[in-house]
Antibody, heavy 117, light 113 residues
C-alpha cells in the first residue's frame, strides 16, 4: 500500500525557517516524481513544487521560488521541503504527494505549519 | 500559467440524483502529440486529504465507483456523479497536469439537498 507521511510542521515566527519531511513506503520511491501542495485554512489546494526521481529536475511555484527548497534522499525514501523567510500567509496544511509524472496520485495526511508571532 | 475555473462554487443535489461539475482551462490542455487531455479530478472529504478520482480527463482510478465519470476535451471538462450517495459529500477539484506550474480549480462544494 502506498503511504506518504509528513512531519515537521509546527509554529514558527515570521521570518523563520522550518524543514518538513515526508517518509514514503509501499512503492519504488526513487522511480517517482514527488510533489508538495499546501492548503491554507478553509481555502483551496495550491501546488508548490515537483521533483523527479533522482532529484535532477525541480520546479517551484512563483510564490515560493527562492524561499523554499525541495530535496530527496532516495536511500531513506524521504522527501524534504526546507522553508525559509516564512510569512504569515504561508500558514497552511502542507501535503506531500506521490506523482505519476505531473499527476498527483497519492496524498499524505498533511502537516500543519503556522506562521505567527 | 494555466488558470482553472470551476462552476458552480457550490452545489446541492438530492440523494440518487445526478451531480455535474464543470471545469474550464484558460488554454487547451489537449496534447497534439498523444491526443490526451491532461486533466485530473480529485475529491476532498471533510477533514481528509484529497484523493485522486480521475486522470486524463476520463480515466477512473482503481477502486473509484463507476458512478463517477469525467468527460470533455481541450478547455472544457465535466465531472459527473450519476447517482449521488451520502458519502460523496466533499469538495471536488480539477487539476491540470499539462505543465508547471500545476494548477487547481478553486473547488466545488457538493452537498446533499
Amino acid at each position: 500500500e502506498v503511504q506518504v507521511v509528513e512531519s515537521g510542521g509546527g509554529l514558527v515566527q515570521p521570518g523563520g525557517s522550518l524543514r518538513l519531511s515526508c517518509a514514503a513506503s509501499g512503492f519504488t520511491f526513487s522511480s517517482n516524481w514527488m510533489h508538495w501542495v499546501r492548503q491554507a485554512p478553509g481555502k483551496g489546494l495550491v501546488w508548490l513544487s515537483i521533483i523527479d526521481g533522482d532529484g535532477s529536475t525541480i520546479h517551484y511555484a512563483d510564490s515560493v521560488n527562492g524561499r523554499f527548497t525541495v530535496s530527496r534522499d532516495n536511500a531513506k525514501n524521504t522527501l524534504y521541503l526546507k522553508m525559509n523567510s516564512l510569512r504569515v500567509d504561508d500558514t497552511a496544511v502542507y501535503y506531500c504527494a506521490k506523482g505519476s509524472g505531473y499527476i498527483i496520485d497519492s496524498w499524505g495526511q498533511g502537516t500543519l505549519v503556522t506562521v505567527s508571532s | 500559467d494555466i488558470v482553472m475555473t470551476q462552476s458552480p462554487d457550490s452545489l446541492a443535489v438530492s440523494l440518487g440524483e445526478r451531480a455535474t461539475i464543470n471545469c474550464k482551462s484558460s488554454q487547451s490542455i489537449l496534447s497534439g502529440s498523444n491526443n490526451k487531455n491532461y486533466l485530473a479530478w480529485c475529491q476532498q472529504k471533510p477533514g481528509q486529504p484529497p484523493k485522486l478520482l480521475i486522470s486524463w480527463a476520463s480515466s477512473r482510478e482503481s477502486g473509484v465507483p463507476d458512478r463517477f465519470s469525467g468527460s470533455g476535451s481541450g478547455t472544457d471538462f465535466t465531472l459527473t456523479i450519476s447517482s449521488l450517495q451520502a458519502e460523496d459529500v466533499a469538495v471536488y477539484y480539477c487539476q491540470q497536469h499539462y505543465s508547471e506550474p500545476i494548477t487547481f480549480g478553486q473547488g466545488t462544494r457538493l452537498e446533499i439537498k
